[in-house]
Structures are given as C-alpha cells and as structure tokens.
C-alpha cells in the first residue's frame, strides 16, 4: 500500500469502505458464495476434521526443527540442479532478483500469483530497474492494470464487480469489452499469451516445498502457472521459509485441505510440482531454477506471541467469513495481508506499532478459528496483541486510560456495583424504547452504529434474592 493510504487513519479507511456501494456489492456476492462452498465441500468429507488436527500437529512439529527442514529442502534443491538463495529481509529478496536480471540482460518478467513477491513490492523494484513485470493471474492482471494492490488473499480483484473490470478493460486494452466473465477472461487471454512467449523470466511463489525432495509446489486455478514455470528460460520461486513440509505424504494431507477451505473444490484446478531445472532431454521447462527462502520477521515469531500465525496457509478462509473484512474488503487494512490472519502477519512483519489500530478491527467473534484448516487461534493472538500495545505503550493513551479504568472496575465487586448505580441514573436522558440510542462525547462512538441495551434496573444478586 502507499505511503499516503497509511497516513490516512483506519477509521476513514473504513468508513470510506462502507459508503462505496460497488464494493459493498461485489463483497457480499463473492464472500457469500466462498462461505458456501467450503461449507458444501467439508459437509460431505468426513475425515476433513481429523486431517486439519493432523495438519497442524505437522505444522508445529516442522516449527520445531525448521532449521533442519530447510537445510534439507535446500540440499535436495541443489541437487536437483537448482540454485538456493538466502534472504533474510525483503530488501535482500528484491536484490537478488534484480541481480539475476541484472547479470543477466532480462528486461521482461512474467509472474503467477504470489503473496510473497507483494509483501516485498517486487513489481516497483523491477519497474524501476527497467524491468517490465505482467502478472498473468486474471485477477493480479486485473488489479495491475487498476493500479492497485490484491484486495484478498487468494482473489485479488474481490471488490471489483464484473461491470467494472469490464469498464477498465475497455480503457485500458482499447476495445469495447462486455460485462460478461467469458468475454473478459478471453480478452485477457489473448492480451497475455505473447507475453508468455517473450518473457525472459518466470517469478512464482509456492504453496509448499517439500524438504526430502526438493519439490516446489504450486496450487492454482489458472494454467499460467504452468505457463510461467516451463516456457521462460529462468524460474524464479520467491517462498516464506515456513512453507517448508517434510515429505510428500504431508503434502498430500495438505492438499486435502487447502483448496477446501480456500474455494470448496476437493483439488485445485492445477497442483504443479517443480523439481529442478528442465534435463538436456526434456522438451520443456526452465534453464535455471532459483528458490528465494525469504525470512523477513518470520524467524524471530518461532518462540513470539504470533508462532501460530506461521502455519498459515494462505487460504483465505478467515478472512471470507470475518464480520468485518465482509464490510471494509481489504485495501482498507491498508498492508499487503487483509482480514484477520493479516493484522496478525502485518505485527510479525512489521513490528506491533504497525497494527496498532488494526489489533481492534475484529470483533473477536471467532470465526475466524471455526474455519482455518489449521485451527489457528486467531482471536487470542489478537487479544494478546491488544494486551501487548497497552503494555508496551503503542496504544493511544486515551484508549490506555480507558481500559485501565475499566479494568479497576471489573476487578473490584465494589467498584463494579457503584458504576452499576451511577449508570442506571447517568443513562435515564439517554434511553429510547429500552435502547440507548445515542451516547454523549466520546461515547457517542459506540452509539454512532449500533444501539446499546441499557444499564438493568435490578442486578443478578438482587434478582436471585428475590427470586429465593
């Protein structure tokens, strides 16, 4: 995201989601239709229960010897053939990449869909070494000749209704393109085909690399990727170093799981696995084959308070069914990761003050935990987080004072029976057909989109007593 969306507090971010009417429309579309199908695809696979538990038990014991798994991926890497780099921030990511194009004369790159190569803004890096990236995805094609960043994690162009991507086809391809899937997606097809053809290098990211065989593992809807990996002469795979797994039994549990929660398919369209550079006697395939085992904060959450967010599968299933990503989409999230896996990536990536606001974009509601493949605790890391910025200070200082306040009155019956008294008076101009209805100064926050039940009039103590 830029500069200027960031210095644009989250609370017009958001209030500016809820006002566009388009977005508003096409999240309520596609979000529903998510929650429907990965509801349908687990409903009829039974034993889909016992393999997420198995699949994080896999998660965290590779956590546990990471370092291991990931000498082992690379030696196997190598050799295959292959060529293993080290990056421990994005910045050295980024070089690396340009240092291959660089070194060797590449001015056009074509890349599949990759989260990682956003989270380390690839695509400025090249444009300004003069190095021309297409994403080939439908919907990071889409978003690219939008100018704007993915706005979900496995649907880019989410918040785009078919009559706008239509509109932006027809202004930017110079044609008159109707508003019909088909006619779009072939439009982009033949757009993207020569570039294919003419592309120098080919950038992925993986879903998976398996460590005792030196797999890299793409899961996809699209043949791009396909495309991207066999026809430029250089694959380039930029992977989070916790994508990691050890063997293909592993994968073959994850892939049970993956592509249900993230679009309610049982398999994914294509599941490519890349296993070195093309052999002089095969027709097809790539010259050179690099992994990027990028770190970037990850490495020091092992032993954090966001270790959980590391088995994270990228599938987007948390952020489909959170009440308030289904509201504000994810561009007013204002990071390369949205909705509620995203607030806590962002705090591992970019430090606890970068989510300062964020850590309350959740109503804790736990639906985000219901349907993780994994069964990530998303909410406690999040209450965790919110406790960390009130301790370490991040925190506004009035939200500090609030919740130390309140926190005096919880903790004291005495005090919590007072405020009791106090509120059944305080509240009395204030309440409408047995709703406060609006909130004077700054509590008028609470009531400016929701109405309150007011303070009872006679505590549990006094009606149990009567009761008696």
Not at 56 to 69: C, F, N, P, S, W
Not at 166 to 194: I, N, W, Y
Not at 258 to 273: D, I, P
Not at 383 to 389: H, K, N, Q
Request: aromatic share 6%.
């Amino acid at each position: 995201m830029s500069d200027q969306t960031l210095r644009t507090p989250f609370p017009e971010r958001a209030s500016a989601a809820l006002k566009d009417t388009f977005l508003q429309q096409a999240l309520g579309i596609a979000t529903t239709k998510f929650i429907g199908l990965r509801q349908e695809s687990f409903a009829g696979f039974p034993e889909g229960e016992a393999l997420r538990d198995r699949a994080r038990a896999v998660k965290e014991a590779t956590l546990q010897k990471l370092d291991g798994y990931l000498a082992e991926l690379a030696d196997n890497v190598e050799r295959l053939g292959g060529h293993v780099h080290w990056a421990a921030t994005g910045e050295e990511a980024r070089e690396i990449i340009l240092r291959l194009c660089r070194d060797r004369g590449l001015r056009r790159v074509v890349k599949s869909k990759s989260m990682a190569t956003e989270e380390i803004d690839l695509n400025k890096a090249l444009e300004a070494a003069g190095v021309t990236p297409v994403e080939t995805d439908l919907g990071e094609y889409i978003i690219q000749l939008a100018h704007e960043k993915p706005s979900h994690i496995i649907a880019p162009a989410i918040h785009k209704t078919k009559g706008q991507v239509a509109e932006l086809f027809s202004k930017e391809l110079k044609g008159h393109f109707a508003a019909d899937p088909e006619v779009l997606t072939a439009a982009a097809r033949k757009e993207l085909r020569q570039k294919f053809l003419q592309a120098d290098m080919g950038i992925t990211g993986a879903n998976f690399a398996v460590a005792d065989t030196g797999t890299v593992v793409l899961v996809t809807n699209e043949g791009n990727g396909r495309m991207v990996t066999s026809l430029p002469r250089i694959h380039v795979a930029v992977m989070g170093i916790e994508k990691v797994i050890p063997s293909m039994t592993d994968l073959m549990l994850f892939l049970a799981i993956l592509a249900r929660s993230a679009t309610g398919q049982k398999l994914s369209v294509y599941t490519t696995l890349v296993r070195g550079p093309r052999h002089p006697e095969e027709l097809e395939g790539p010259e050179e084959l690099h992994l990027i085992l990028l770190d970037n904060g990850r490495s020091a959450q092992i032993a954090g308070k966001l270790r959980e967010a590391l088995y994270c599968l990228r599938c987007g299933a948390c952020l489909n069914v959170c009440p308030v990503y289904r509201q504000i989409g994810g561009h007013a999230y204002g990071h390369t990761y949205p909705g509620p896996i995203g607030i806590l990536l962002t705090a591992m990536l970019k430090g606890d003050r970068s989510v300062k606001e964020l850590a309350h974009a959740s109503s804790l509601c736990g639906a985000c935990h219901e349907v993780c493949p994994v069964r990530i605790d998303i909410p406690r890391m999040l209450v965790e987080l919110r406790e960390g910025l009130d301790r370490d200070r991040i925190a506004p200082w009035g939200e500090r004072l609030v919740f130390k306040m309140l926190g005096r009155v919880l903790g004291s019956p005495m005090l919590f029976g007072l405020a009791g008294r106090i509120g059944r008076v305080a509240q009395k101009p204030f309440v409408s057909d047995g709703r406060l209805t609006r909130l004077p100064l700054v509590f008028g926050r609470w009531t400016r989109s929701r109405d309150l039940p007011p303070v009872a009039a006679k505590t549990f103590t006094q009606r149990w007593k009567e009761l008696q």
